[in-house]
């Protein structure tokens, strides 16, 4: 059981079945002595009842005299008790008529038993000593079993009926008792790098959990803290590195131009210019994310139709492919508005497009797929590349993450897909990767609420 309620909930309900099942065992001890007891006060009454019949003289009375004396007593009571009078000297003086003539069952050094007479069943057997006579009562267990059966069926009917009740009763206090957990769990599932300053509300009682979620807004209180010098650091450096390297640049177009160098000194400067125009692209790429994060960029939205705006560019994209010797199918469903700014929007494709014409194999198929779905404008871009696992597909998005693929040398920045995630979030909608069909390539989605008309 991986739930913390249903194991509350599995404790809870054993320990009340084992408790009830106690308490009903220790009933059902208790209920049968006490019974047994009082079976015992009936032969003990009865003995006391016979004793008053015989009379002071019951020592001299012949076997016919105590028969009649006692016989009226027995037959009223034949249905409660069994009885004998015997005498060591004289033998059997007395049974009555409910015996048929049988003895009642003897058992050799005690006073108080069970026993157990053919034709009549259990019984609960006393022997008083009325001196010269032995008197044994002997009264019917059989009403006290069913009495006792009827009580292990009703307890067994309760402890079935207690087990439900406190299955229901163990779920809602394990919801009731969980819910500062789970009010914690999803506080702390939306407090992400894009919002940091949401924290878990703790309530007046001073408990576990309250010492808990104190704990935690101190841990978010510090990422926060760490966030925001990394984005300052982010964006500081990024700033300062901008005029270095126009320099740098400068000097080295300069070098160029002088037409004094030879041609391997030339090819070296070249390169570094292509370097240095890859680390200026970066640091644009870090100060826009440093802004976007710091909500320092707004858009300017504009409600228009989506499948209009691709198919401005549809030839450009179609260039690039062919370009890079891959094919590409667009393919357009639905009708309706969406606001967004096409600047930012045209970076997002291409930034995606580009990464699937890295991963595609020679000819492969890049498939743009444009919809509207309930409440949104859904974009999908899928290629034919090696694809990424779970994992992977869940870090994509980080900044710096690459992943090589194709066989071939990754040269972005690490920086392209995190920017499309901004510039998404920023227009209120959202982005994900997943595993392409049977395990080929990846799918790359993203969706941008939709209009109204």
Not at 17 to 44: E, K, M
Not at 379 to 388: A, F, M, N, T, Y
Request: hydrophobic share 40%.
């Amino acid at each position: 059981m991986k739930s913390i309620g249903a194991r509350i909930t599995f404790w809870f309900v054993l320990s009340v079945t084992l408790t009830l099942a106690c308490l009903f065992a220790a009933g059902y001890q208790l209920l049968q002595s006490y019974v047994i007891r009082d079976l015992d006060l009936l032969n003990a009454t009865e003995f006391r009842q016979i004793k008053a019949r015989l009379g002071p003289d019951y020592a001299t009375l012949t076997p016919e005299i105590i028969n009649e004396r006692i016989r009226q007593t027995t037959e009223y009571a034949s249905v409660l008790f069994y009885i004998s009078i015997d005498s060591r000297d004289r033998g059997n003086l007395f049974r009555s008529k409910n015996l048929l003539g049988n003895p009642l069952p003897d058992v050799k050094g005690k006073r108080v038993f069970d026993g157990n007479l053919p034709g009549i069943g259990d019984l609960r057997i006393a022997e008083f000593l009325l001196p010269p006579y032995d008197i044994s009562i002997g009264t019917p267990t059989g009403q006290m079993r069913r009495a006792m059966v009827a009580y292990t069926e009703v307890s067994l009917a309760l402890l079935l009926g207690m087990i439900l009740a406190s299955m229901g009763i163990g779920l809602g206090l394990s919801r009731l008792m969980l819910r500062p957990v789970r009010l914690i769990g999803e506080t702390a599932n939306r407090i992400r790098s894009d919002n940091l300053t949401e924290r878990i509300s703790v309530t007046g009682i001073d408990d576990e959990i309250s010492d808990l979620a104190r704990l935690l807004n101190q841990m978010f209180d510090r990422l926060e803290s760490s966030f925001n010098q990394v984005r300052q650091f982010s964006a500081e450096v990024s700033h300062e590195l901008k005029t270095p390297l126009s320099l740098v640049r400068l000097h080295a177009e300069r070098l160029l131009a002088d037409d004094n160098l030879s041609q391997s000194q030339e090819e070296a400067v070249l390169v570094q210019l292509e370097e240095l125009a890859r680390i200026n692209l970066m640091v644009d790429e870090l100060l826009f994310l440093s802004r976007a994060e710091a909500q320092g960029i707004r858009m300017d939205l504009v409600v228009q139709d989506p499948h209009r705006f691709l198919q401005n560019f549809e030839q450009d994209v179609l260039a690039l492919t062919e370009h890079h010797g891959r094919r590409l199918h667009c393919i357009l469903r639905g009708q309706g508005l969406v606001a967004f700014e096409e600047r930012w929007l045209r970076q997002v494709v291409l930034n995606i497009l580009t990464n699937a014409l890295r991963a595609s194999p020679p000819g492969g198929l890049i498939t743009l797929r444009a919809e509207f779905v309930p409440r949104y404008w859904r974009v999908s871009i899928e290629d034919e590349g090696p694809g990424l696992d779970r994992e992977q597909c869940e870090r994509v998005f980080e900044r710096f993450v690459r992943f090589h693929q194709g066989g071939s040398e990754d040269r972005g920045s690490g920086l392209g897909l995190a920017i499309c995630r901004s510039i998404i979030q920023l227009h209120n909608g959202h982005v994900h990767a997943e595993p392409g069909p049977l395990g080929r390539g990846l799918r790359v989605v993203f969706e941008l609420p939709s209009s109204e008309s």
